[in-house]
C-alpha cells in the first residue's frame, strides 16, 4: 500500500510540475508579443469622421458652375465662358501660381497696321464682348506688320498671354514688352494691352 502511495504522489508531482512549466512558457510567449516594438499591426483604422467634416483629398475637382433659380421656380445653370477657361490655365515662365485679372479690369486698344479698314473696329468689338475695357481702335503707322503683336504694360503680362490665345497667337513668342516708343500709334491711350494688328488677323 505504501509503495503504490509512493508513485501516486510521486506521478502529482511530475504532473504538477509539467503544469508549472507550461504555464511560465505561455506567459514569457505572451509578454514577448505584448512588448516587441518592432511588432506592427497588419491594418490601419482611419480616423473617426466628425459630422460636418469632410476629409481632406489629393485632388480638388473643378467647382460646378452657379446655379440660380428663376421667379418659377426653375434652375438655370452658367457655364464659363471661354474667355474664363483661357485665364485660368495660362501660365508663363516665372509666374506659376499666379492667376490673371478679371478682364472687365484689363483694358485693351487695337492699332490696324494694314491697310484693311475697319480691321481694328473689329477686333475691338470682339474683346468688348469679353468684358474688356476697350479703348478707342486706332491705327499703327509704317510699314504693315505680317503677324500681329501683343504688347503689354509691367505687370500684365499673364493678361497678354490670355489675349494672345484668345486671337490663337503664340503667347512666348508673339507677346512683347510695351514699346518705349508709342510715336507710330495714333491716339495712343496707355492701354494695360496694345494690339499692333498685323494682316494675319486684319484680313
Do not use: C, W
Not at 136 to 165: C, K, M
Request: net charge negative.
Amino acid at each position: 500500500m505504501n509503495s503504490q502511495a509512493g508513485e501516486t504522489n510521486s506521478g502529482a508531482a511530475v504532473r504538477g510540475l509539467l503544469l508549472v512549466l507550461v504555464a511560465v512558457v505561455v506567459g514569457v510567449l505572451l509578454l514577448r508579443s505584448v512588448d516587441d516594438p518592432d511588432e506592427v499591426t497588419a491594418t490601419e483604422t482611419a480616423p473617426p469622421v466628425v459630422p460636418g467634416e469632410t476629409l481632406p483629398s489629393a485632388t480638388q475637382a473643378p467647382a460646378p458652375t452657379t446655379a440660380a433659380p428663376l421667379a418659377d421656380g426653375t434652375v438655370t445653370t452658367t457655364p464659363p465662358t471661354a474667355s474664363t477657361i483661357v485665364a485660368t490655365t495660362t501660365t508663363a515662365a516665372g509666374v506659376e501660381g499666379f492667376q490673371p485679372r478679371q478682364v472687365s479690369e484689363v483694358s485693351v486698344q487695337v492699332a490696324n497696321s494694314t491697310t484693311v479698314r475697319g480691321a481694328a473696329g473689329r477686333v475691338t468689338d470682339r474683346f468688348k464682348a469679353l468684358s474688356y475695357i476697350t479703348k478707342s481702335p486706332t491705327n499703327y503707322v509704317g510699314t504693315p506688320l505680317d503677324r500681329t503683336r501683343i504688347y503689354h504694360q509691367p505687370g500684365s503680362l499673364l493678361e497678354a498671354r490670355v489675349i494672345a490665345e484668345v486671337l490663337k497667337l503664340d503667347p512666348d513668342n508673339d507677346v512683347f514688352p510695351m514699346l518705349q516708343d508709342t510715336a507710330a500709334v495714333q491716339e495712343f491711350e496707355t492701354p494695360d494691352i496694345l494690339i499692333a494688328l498685323g494682316t494675319d488677323l486684319a484680313e
